[in-house]
């Protein structure tokens, strides 16, 4: 394993700086801006990481070495549910993980307060539509955040017309540690 590599960071600072290199090429192909009409501003993203502490993770590796388990990790680490959501997975920092969102049982769905997505962009739009459903269903999830890289602004503005709040192409991870 390289010196670059995420398991050579032990420290999180040192793993933000990590992802955000690695990433770089992954934003910067990005084509659309991160901000867009229905984007929030940071305080009400602090907000968001302030209040809501349940968290599915759409896309969650079990491999250590992969960003949605060390920013989910991250998030455990500091107090926040983790659900993961990733149909080859059985469990994943200690959780069961499910199919699908829909595939949550209800009395957990009920609990979700953001849906985290690490997927393609091209991807997106199904995992959107189940947090509508969830949204329909159980008055919840709040908010549908896609992480750093990932922008889908026809799966961003059917979330929002759904009443979800919708955060694109930021890290949870680089949020909270901006806030916190």
Wanted: hydrophobic fraction near 40%; proline fraction near 4%.
């Amino acid at each position: 394993m390289n010196s670059n590599s995420a398991a050579s960071h032990n420290s999180p600072i040192a793993f933000v700086n990590f992802y955000k290199r690695e990433n770089t090429q992954l934003h910067n192909s990005c084509s659309q801006s991160s901000f867009w009409v229905g984007s929030l501003s940071q305080k009400e993203i602090e907000n968001i990481l302030q209040s809501y502490r349940v968290i599915a993770v759409v896309g969650l590796s079990k491999d250590q070495d992969k960003p949605s388990y060390r920013v989910s990790e991250y998030m455990q680490m500091h107090g926040y549910r983790i659900v993961p959501v990733n149909p080859t997975v059985d469990d994943v920092l200690g959780e069961k993980s499910y199919k699908s969102l829909l595939d949550i049982p209800l009395e957990i769905q009920q609990t979700i307060e953001i849906v985290d997505i690490f997927r393609r962009p091209t991807e997106v739009a199904s995992a959107v539509e189940q947090a509508i459903k969830l949204k329909l269903a159980n008055g919840k999830p709040y908010v549908v955040w896609m992480q750093a890289g990932i922008v889908n602004l026809e799966a961003a503005e059917a979330a929002r017309k759904s009443g979800l709040s919708v955060v694109m192409d930021r890290c949870i991870m680089v949020e909270h540690r901006h806030v916190f």
